[in-house]
């Protein structure tokens, strides 16, 4: 049976469930293991070394975070070009008393915490203006509670979903992520608005058949865009490992547009198809 055609005419009950409880299982893990944050968000120390192309990252981290008594050391090489990220600050003389007779230094720079605790309370405070603002637009046009509460919840469970991810996978909570998160909130609002509209405004056929018109379309949209981050990821952690920011980003996004086919194929579609039938709107 075609796989779309069976979520779109399936009861919406067992839609709802299976996104609710991954959701629950995410914030779960996240409350549990927590969430690494990067070293541009809480500050720390960056060198580059010159080094032996045979050595690989993991020497490196762990011979410094044995010699230096640190933890949570990030290492990514380039070439004979190793950039190492200590999440805490180290003192540069200190540092090359240790190590200078085992690597080249060619930098060495102390990073300050990008963020303060109150610019990131005003980031919590802008995310839940958005979402208030999303949830108005939606009933603005809509004219009804249940889609808006709708998007609203889906958007919470995409994020919940994609942060319980970068938890159990270690991606830290950087600049770079927290764009790619807030990209997220933008795209999976794009094809909740569209499940929306052509449950709900379009009259053309069954509420069945207009679910699986949108299903196919949604799902086209996400996949190809699920394609083109796989593809990036793979190029990076293949070609230029060094580039840590686009891993980041392309990683946050593969794992948030997995979790929005989630929350808006099954939870957001059993929401609406219950609200339609209920409402008479079929």
């Given at each position: 049976?075609?796989?779309?055609?069976?979520?779109?005419?399936?009861?919406?009950?067992?839609?709802?469930?299976?996104?609710?409880?991954l959701?629950?299982?995410?914030?779960?893990?996240?409350?549990?293991?927590?969430?690494?944050?990067?070293?541009?968000?809480?500050?720390?120390?960056?060198?580059?070394?010159?080094?032996?192309?045979?050595t690989?990252?993991?020497?490196?981290?762990d011979?410094?975070?044995?010699?230096?008594?640190?933890?949570?050391?990030?290492?990514?090489?380039?070439?004979?070009?190793?950039?190492?990220?200590?999440?805490?600050?180290?003192?540069?003389?200190?540092?090359?008393?240790?190590?200078?007779?085992?690597?080249n230094?060619?930098?060495?720079?102390?990073?300050?915490?990008?963020?303060?605790?109150?610019?990131?309370?005003?980031?919590?405070?802008?995310?839940?203006?958005?979402?208030?603002?999303?949830?108005?637009?939606?009933?603005?046009?809509?004219?009804?509670?249940?889609?808006?509460?709708?998007?609203?919840?889906?958007?919470?469970?995409?994020?919940?979903?994609?942060?319980?991810?970068?938890s159990?996978?270690?991606?830290?909570?950087?600049?770079?992520?927290?764009?790619?998160?807030?990209?997220?909130?933008?795209?999976?609002?794009?094809?909740?608005?569209?499940?929306?509209?052509?449950?709900?405004?379009?009259?053309?056929?069954?509420?069945?058949?207009?679910?699986?018109?949108?299903?196919?379309?949604g799902?086209?949209?996400?996949?190809?865009?699920?394609?083109?981050?796989?593809?990036?990821?793979?190029?990076?952690?293949?070609?230029?490992?060094?580039?840590?920011?686009?891993?980041?980003?392309?990683?946050?996004?593969?794992?948030?547009?997995?979790?929005?086919?989630?929350?808006?194929?099954?939870?957001?579609?059993?929401?609406?198809?219950?609200?339609?039938?209920?409402?008479?709107?079929?």
């Amino acid at each position: 049976m075609d796989i779309i055609n069976y979520i779109t005419r399936q009861s919406h009950k067992p839609l709802i469930v299976i996104p609710v409880i991954l959701m629950v299982l995410s914030l779960l893990y996240l409350g549990v293991f927590g969430l690494n944050e990067g070293i541009d968000l809480k500050g720390g120390t960056m060198v580059t070394l010159d080094v032996n192309p045979s050595t690989t990252s993991n020497q490196i981290t762990d011979n410094i975070e044995k010699t230096l008594g640190v933890s949570d050391v990030k290492t990514s090489i380039d070439g004979s070009t190793a950039t190492v990220e200590i999440p805490v600050d180290i003192n540069q003389v200190t540092f090359e008393q240790k190590f200078s007779n085992q690597y080249n230094i060619l930098s060495f720079k102390s990073v300050g915490a990008l963020l303060t605790d109150a610019s990131i309370t005003q980031i919590i405070y802008a995310l839940v203006f958005a979402f208030v603002f999303m949830a108005a637009t939606v009933f603005f046009v809509f004219r009804d509670i249940v889609p808006s509460a709708a998007i609203i919840l889906s958007a919470i469970c995409n994020l919940s979903i994609a942060v319980g991810g970068m938890s159990l996978f270690g991606i830290p909570l950087s600049v770079a992520s927290v764009g790619a998160l807030l990209m997220l909130i933008g795209y999976g609002v794009d094809t909740d608005i569209l499940l929306t509209t052509r449950l709900l405004k379009r009259k053309e056929g069954s509420l069945d058949d207009r679910a699986e018109n949108a299903c196919r379309t949604g799902l086209t949209m996400t996949i190809t865009a699920l394609s083109a981050m796989v593809v990036l990821f793979l190029v990076v952690i293949i070609f230029i490992p060094a580039a840590s920011v686009l891993e980041e980003i392309s990683a946050v996004l593969i794992m948030g547009l997995l979790s929005d086919l989630l929350s808006t194929w099954l939870m957001n579609l059993g929401i609406l198809k219950w609200h339609a039938e209920r409402g008479g709107k079929h």
